[in-house]
Nanobody, 114 residues
Framework: QVQLVESGGGLVQAGGSLRLSCAAS????????MGWYRQAPGKWRELVAT???????SYADSVKGRFTISRDNAKNMVYLQMNSLKPEDTAVYYC????????WGQGTQVTVSS
């Protein structure tokens, strides 16, 4: 049974940084794509960044140059380094694994104050 657990969220001032972590357990294939999504109040869940098994990455235009996604296949971990945070980055951030099915974590709150 696959489980994803996010951590690292919190309250930070605009311009600050946070690092989110996602611990995956169960049968995880290193070739599977993983990613981070976010959902702000009253908005749809949106893709933030993805990383494929080979290490290629993609980002939403709104976070390019500020966020970096990475993974450690040996530890089944995915990270999201978020720099130069803005109030509009405030949302619940979810870890996602695409492995036949879509798997989701419970989410971690990120709040950026102005």
């Amino acid at each position: 049974q696959v489980q994803l657990v996010e951590s690292g969220g919190g309250l930070v001032q605009a311009g600050g940084s946070l690092r989110l972590s996602c611990a995956a357990s169960g049968r995880i294939f290193s070739i599977s794509a993983m990613g981070w999504y976010r959902q702000a109040p009253g908005k749809w869940r949106e893709l933030v960044a993805t990383i494929r098994g080979g290490g290629s990455t993609s980002y939403a235009d709104s976070v390019k140059g500020r966020f970096t996604i990475s993974r450690d296949n040996a530890k089944n971990m995915v990270y999201l380094q978020m720099n130069s945070l803005k109030p509009e980055d405030t949302a619940v951030y979810y870890c996602n694994l695409q492995q036949g099915l879509d798997y989701w974590g419970q989410g971690t709150q990120v709040t950026v104050s102005s």
